[in-house]
């Protein structure tokens, strides 16, 4: 009774909880011994944050609840969704591309919804999901209760020269572009779909895809 009582109050309620990986590293990981302590790709930290922070700004500006969290960090969550952004990297460069991560099979939809809005803008492809153990079975999402989503989203392969340099001068526009896709994906909020930024700017295919998919949830 006392045990389930403190479980409960220990649940920390919220729409969203965006995580930035690797960020807080290595500093914090004397404090979770049991986990491996990786640093990421080459300039990954100096970036999950910024895209974090951006989608942070624009939903709480909608009105949307965020927790806004590190790469570790104590506690459980419920929320409607939860995303962990990374960055890939790869010993042959160019090898990868963005993913998606997710351990139970429910989320598949919220995945296929990603992939159809992000991959309309980046110009290079996505790997399968869960194509490493990192990405089905990352360490938070055992901290995570989630009614629509708890995802590992990698943006792009940082080892890869084309792709980091799309990457390098779209961070605002990543950030931004998950703000709207949260949004959908909870129903909460209304963000906007970001201005068109370049050639690689979504058909209105793309688009339709994603309302029907965020309608029929
Ligand atoms: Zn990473």
Redesign the pocket.
Known sequence: MIASLALAAALVRADVLISA??EGRPASCARFPRRRC?L??AG?RAWTPLVADEATRVLRAHGVRVVREPADFHGRFAVDAAVFI???GSTRPCSSGASIGYHDAAYRGAADAWRALYGAYAPFRFMPDDFTVGLRDYYAYRQIRARDASLVL?FGELTCPAQHAWLASHLRFEGDLLAFYLSRLIGKGDVPLPAKIDKHAPSSHARGRFARRARTR
């Open positions: 990986g690797h990786n990421g790709a990954e990374h960055f890939d990698e």
